[in-house]
């Protein structure tokens, strides 16, 4: 995006679009490889939501590949956002709600750059998140909304939000302004060469995402044959010419979860809690060092999670089928 | 309070508030007391309740001692009829298919605004927590039950930051602000249910909890709240209400 | 809707639905109870497209109750406008497209009631149908299109369509009126008595019609448990809080096809077609005659269609999954 | 056209606007010729084209001898990668991720405008044709082929209404009335390929097929059409095309 512009000028979108190779072809790489198709500066858009569905293997490439500058963007943002901060791969986070999560209280790495001003975090609402994302997908440069109205979000987002009147009501709403980021970032139960992506359970802004985005990044738990793919074709849910690599990564949301197939690994997650309560600063270089730094690939980080906690996570993830 | 309850400050809060849902509505809910709230109304006196989670999903069963951590993960959607992408089941507010929108609250002001975002000043905030996620969306577009603890912090005369939009500066500034839908229902404490005045939207107090006085409830409010001479009271928390609590949150995650 | 109001105002829209019982009750009833829906003058959306998941048993319904001045929506107007319009019901069709199929060639029943102006038919563009559906199932007064524009389908809308500029871009656009119908007839696959239903293979604009509308009927071809509809419920795409009457109907969209339960009922469109061909007035009454006035509950109808085509259609229909 | 000629027009339209199509590309087509010449092309030289239908369907395979009677029935849907709403194949136009649409043509007047609702006077017309379905937004929203008959009554000075924009009154006239994107690109008949001159956007010939005069294309158009004096000659159909062809219609629905 070109630097200032809030909003995509249709034809530059159109262009950016039009140079992709969208053809039915194999786009099958490593991380590593992946990894290089997010380049500084870009703005990020990260899959799933809270601990779901997190593109963790991707954000785990790219903080190692000492990537810089991203602006990130997210439904609602984890732990990952204290290691796209921690790192400084990121000083810009544009989301709704930014903790680990919930039970575990605000968070301290958050709050320990937020307010000292060494990054920025942009709140919107949550559905407003949603629609800027879902008019990128649509190729409209705004959506009307009736949220936001009257609050201090909406009044400290000054300029990026304007309000407009419906011709035919007369009704006062807010425009929010196109969002089509730079690449976007997305972790799915299986998807085949070509990109073809179906997901099961909670579908979050995903779909979304992936139409808006000049570039897509897709992980997935594994990679099955276009065959399959065709077999129910009601169930995918991001076609292939949207995806420009494919990677398979078993346990590619870990700590997060991948629903069906795993649950969040709880206590990692306390373990992380624990130690960036105790010092935001340290806690979370450690943290890096430990998982990020130090694993030379993701199988030596899965390593580090250790298989008691991978088969644990497994079958309460496959649980949810058990009814 | 008397010193004869036998129930946590939590457990006054979620029956309290799951009293007020009524059977047949369609509830969007946050994780917590909120959750268990409905959940426990559901299973006492609200049979075809139907909750909504943010993260996706209608008309879930919660599986007890299975609390989902955010309204985001898989615990969410046990048995549910239906999941669909957050952008829509968001829009189903803006739409008007919900009746209640029902979640806690950080802070609290005399006209019902919340702030989940800055403790002090938003430009060189004291505090900076996690922000809006849903909270804006569902106070804009429908009509509010907030559970919070009753504290003089959390009940100022005026939030720092308007997250969630109660109803603004009172009077008609909230639909004057283009919020025309919507508004605070009901605040529930662990002190007293709140309701606003018709006209003015001031907080005021519309029933006392068991062995509560009003001078209690003044001392914990951060500003004047009115509250009649005839003010009504809550009846305490029930056996088969504390059962169904408690077998939902054996491990006290919420209810402590 | 209030005579003459293009778009339902917000608060109006509200309280209609505020109105509803939208709580989990059984709703199962017959075609006849269901027909009771409908009130003359009301505006009716169609659900499925072409030939496809057309709600065929519900209109029946409605020419058998004698319905008056329905206006009818639909994304692709197939033989069900060419009843509507012939028994009268409708006599105002708002579509993207209205003949019998591709194949049959134009509609000389469609022909006969608008070029004669017995019937208006309002054409807007497929996507302009569609985005008018979504903008009232997401509760907006309006949607931005970079569609119909400097054509004379825009041109001929007159004050229905409105030119807008995008706030941030300067971009200008068209504004398409959200529709939010009165009653939405659909056909599904399956559903439980509550109304939940999941749709296989193509989805048209069903989805958008359902959550736009201010009472959905549905017909489906088979009633399942709750407990099945819970089992997989990333499958549900229509809520039971939008659904306000639920009819077990198999072989509710003939001689149209429900999607891999049976294809159309290609004889019989043929013959349909060469009798309208011959004469559109007679050859439609006839067809009214046999199909709707004469028999007295849709078994009848079916065994008009006879077991052999039944048989036939569904095995076609299923065959979309032997592959 | 020749004596020796072993194609129908019909052929000989999907064989020429099938090898207009390339490889990688993604296609909006319709049913009948569009469809046929797209699936021949997948065969004979873009195995990696994608084809993408108006009712949902992206990337399907066609069954030979069972070609959909249009282009939202599940005979569309065969092994295809994808279904999706309606409304959501359509706005893949809008966000620009297809290529070329491809559909055929009822009358197309110099600056390829296309009708299909109404001969004669709108307000009273002696023709009201089925009408625009998609058609209005595949040419408002990307780049366009269209394959049709060579007919003076098809090709008319202006035609009657415009249903699917073309160059509207030519020159800049399109992109001033705020179609900023796609356009005509190729008009293929049974007599000749057309393009559009790239500033006054009329229609010109490009090439004429095996046996096709200058005077033939002009005797068969309906306004004065421009014909360089070294106008490109296509090459006849080949064996293998028609051989898949015939495959694909072997009861010759779409190509008698």
Chains 1, 3 share one sequence.
Not at chain 2, 157 to 163: A, M, P
């Amino acid at each position: 995006m070109a630097e200032g512009t809030l909003v995509t000028p249709h034809l530059e979108l159109r262009r950016k679009t039009a140079e992709r190779d969208r053809g039915l072809r194999e786009k099958v790489m490593s991380l590593e490889e992946a990894a290089s198709y997010v380049s500084d500066g870009d703005h990020v858009a990260i899959g799933g939501c809270t601990m779901s569905r997190t593109p963790t293997a991707l954000i785990w490439a790219l903080v190692k590949a000492r990537r810089k500058n991203l602006k990130i963007s997210r439904s609602i943002v984890s732990s990952e956002g204290e290691v796209l901060y921690g790192s400084g791969v990121s000083n810009h986070i544009i989301t709704s709600w930014f903790s680990q999560g919930i039970v575990w209280g605000v968070s301290k790495v958050m709050r320990h750059h937020t307010e000292s001003g060494k990054a920025r975090f942009d709140e919107w609402s949550h559905m407003s998140i949603g629609l800027r994302y879902r008019a990128g997908a649509m190729g409209i440069p705004y959506m009307p909304v009736r949220s936001m109205i009257g609050s201090d979000v909406n009044a400290r987002l000054g300029d990026e939000v304007k309000e407009v009147e419906c011709p035919f009501t007369g009704e006062r709403l807010i425009a929010l302004p196109a969002l089509n980021p730079d690449v976007a970032l997305i972790h799915v139960q299986r998807a085949d060469a070509y990109g073809n992506a179906q997901l099961d359970g909670l579908q979050f802004m995903d779909i979304d995402i992936a139409m808006a985005a000049n570039r897509v990044i897709l992980t997935t738990e594994r990679i099955v044959s276009n065959d399959q793919i065709r077999r129910a074709p009601d169930h995918t849910r991001i076609p292939f010419f949207t995806v420009d690599a494919v990677i398979e990564v078993p346990y590619g949301s870990a700590p997060h979860e991948c629903y069906g197939v795993y649950e969040p690994f709880f206590d990692h997650m306390d373990t992380l809690a624990a130690q960036t309560k105790a010092d935001p600063v340290k806690g979370m270089k450690k943290y890096l060092d430990d998982f990020y730094y130090g694993p030379e690939s993701w199988s030596d980080y899965l390593d580090l999670l250790g298989a008691d906690a991978l088969v644990d996570a497994g079958r309460r993830g496959r649980s949810i089928y058990n009814d | 309070m008397t010193e004869r309850k036998n129930y946590t400050a939590s457990e006054l809060l979620a029956v309290m508030s799951g009293r007020i849902l009524k059977d047949g509505q369609i509830v969007f809910a946050g994780v917590g007391i909120p959750l268990l709230a409905a959940t426990l109304a559901q299973g006492v006196h609200a049979p075809g309740l139907t909750i909504l989670f943010e993260g996706g999903v209608i008309g879930p069963f919660v599986v007890p001692g299975e609390l989902p951590p955010s309204t985001n993960e898989q615990r969410c959607t046990r048995r549910a009829n239906m999941v669909l992408p957050i952008t829509d089941v968001l829009l189903l507010l803006q739409r008007g298919y919900i009746d209640v929108g029902f979640m806690g609250g950080a802070q609290i002001d005399r006209y019902g605004n919340l702030n989940s975002s800055f403790i002090g000043d938003p430009d060189n905030p004291s505090i900076r927590l996690p922000g809006t996620g849903g909270g804006n969306d569902i106070s804009s577009l429908t009509q509010m039950i907030v559970a919070m603890k009753h504290e003089k912090r959390r009940f100022v005369e005026k939030v720092d930051y308007i997250t969630s939009p109660g109803f603004i500066d009172g009077g008609s500034s909230r639909a004057d602000s283009g919020l025309i839908a919507g508004g605070m229902y009901r605040v529930v404490t662990d002190l007293a249910i709140l309701s606003f005045d018709e006209k003015t939207k001031e907080m005021q107090v519309e029933a006392l909890h068991p062995g509560v006085s009003a001078e209690e409830v003044k001392d914990n409010t951060g500003f004047d709240i009115k509250i009649g001479d005839h003010v009504a009271r809550t009846e305490p928390p029930q056996k088969d209400e504390l059962a169904v609590l408690r077998n939902l949150d054996p491990e006290r995650l919420y209810t402590a």
